[in-house]
């Protein structure tokens, strides 16, 4: 491909080939602290559908090691979200290693906070704010689950703050390293955060989980327990790869829900949702 | 290694001599599985190179896929059993076919392979209770569009595809192994007639083909029905084959089924790939140009050779007359 730009990401490496420069520049200079792989876990390939449209109305395919068929072209200006489109699609398909949750996780004194939930949820925007104050981020898309041994790798990629998240952690973090605004994106507006150095040198230092998280945005506090029934059951819906696993999945992801608590939290504002979490980390 | 552009060759050669991949370089690491992924043969690859000295990062991907690979053969042999569970009380012979028979029988072509299908054979006059029994047991139609549907029913050598709603599979139930629609015509009666049973002490259990009728299905699925998809994969099926079995009566098996142009050509063009090269001809290069036509970006390359053969496949599978309307149909639904 005529462009190509590569990284690794905790412990899978990508390659991303694209018919255009901007966006390998945009990805060269938000992941300019990461490492590169030798041999990538997975390609991505940013296209142009007929050759023309790579000048004419650019528009970027998405493909891949592994595709979703009919999946919709991104205009050019938004290159960098089709870029972590296609790395996430990789994740989401092809990962046989370790159980992939849709989680965010942060990471303080080897033991790992993992937060599930729906889009909309706050589970970036949280891990965002908590790596802000004293956590580590170990990812705020996937949480990477070793069914050998049980221990969190960390995939600390871009974070994706979306429309009102993104004035929330802008607001917080000022000082940090931030993406171009990709407006009217599928998903409204996105603004991707670098995660901090600190982070990014940690990402190879797997920890235990210790408790799991679903949070939502948008109600009164409110903190309920989860039985292990329904966090099983929520989580095979969280993971993407649980069914490919077979039996490591389900070891894994039993071995998980057994070994730690769960809790639901309702919050109004991200400042309660900060205490609930302080609140409950506190008890452990 | 230079840094010639990659093809398909390179993931033959690799297949053939796994010894080679120690003069493989990051880059052409890189290729290799992206090659092998877009052939869907990683898991074979993996296989091959067991025991070979590879980079660390390369040793997690092929363990990765030979995993993945051992996870799809449970699920496949999953599958073929919740098949027979549904069809046994009808009492009729149900033959594995392709990916599934390989890995129920334990064959070499079944080590690290994809399987996504089921694929089985039943005789043609039992086919509607078949049917039935599938449909009773929560498989359901894939094809709602009536054209398609009688054009299966119709013309097919198998059922419009059924996919089961709780697993999420699909089962293509065939009668015979060439579409109706095309020129030669194989023996389905002896395909069951020789079939091998895999468990002889369960009643209504299920069989595979005998090895030649695999290898003659592999042939005819790929050089008389197909645009050569796959095709890399195929051709490593018929190779392992014929490392099994041999090639002793072969040429009868594929005479009787009319099949023995395309099978003849299936065993030039593996040993072309996979075996000691010699004497592949003119019109056998051109396959193996469209066969090993991708890039170690696992695109798919040299558009005309592909649709040549897209063509050909048509051209193959139905008469002028027929293809004509075919195709008229299809242009008209998709504008």
Known sequence: MRHVFSVRVGPVGFRVGSDWRAPIAQLETLYAGYPKPEVPDFSVRLFAARPWRRFLRPSVMIGGDFVLPEAAPLP????????????????ALGQRRYLLLHASAVERDGRVLLMTGHSGSGKSTLAALLSRRGWRLMGDEFALIDPETGLAHAF????SLKNAAIAVVQAAASNARFGPLLAETPKGAIRHLVPDADAVAAMDRPATPALLLFPSYGHAAAVREVPESEVFVRLTQASTNYVALGERGFSALTGLVKAI???????????????????????? | MGRAVSDGWLLARILRAPGEAAVLDAAGWTDLIGIARAEQMIGTLAMRLQGV??????????????????????AALWEAEAARRALAPLGLPVVLLKGTAFVAGGHAAGQGRSIGDLDILVPRARI?????????????????????DAYYRQWMHELPPLIHRDRDRMIDVHHTILPLTARIMPDAAALLADAVPLRAEKKGGLATLSPHDMLVHAAAHLFADGDLAGGMRNLWDVHCLTGEFGVSGLTERAQHHGLWREVSRALRLADALYG????AG????????????RDGWGRATRPFVRQAFYVRSHWLRMPPAMLARHLWIKWRKAS
């Open chain 1, 76 to 91: 050019l200006a938004q290159g960098l979200l089709a870029a972590e489109m296609g790395m996430n699609l990789q994740m």
């Open chain 1, 156 to 159: 600390p990629r871009l974070v």
């Open chain 1, 261 to 284: 608590p769960a809790r639901a939290i309702d919050y109004p504002d991200t400042e309660s949702a900060v205490a609930q979490v302080d609140a409950l980390w506190g008890g452990l």
């Open chain 2, 53 to 74: 000295a590879v980079p660390e990062g390369v040793a997690r991907i092929l363990a990765d896929a030979r995993a993945s690979a051992e996870q799809g053969r449970v």
């Open chain 2, 128 to 148: 509607d209770e078949a049917e039935a029994a599938l449909l009773a047991a929560g498989w359901e139609w894939v094809k709602s569009d009536p054209y398609d």
């Open chain 2, 276 to 279: 000691g090269g010699g004497n």
């Open chain 2, 282 to 293: 003119p019109v056998d290069r051109l396959y193996l140009r469209r066969l090993t036509a």
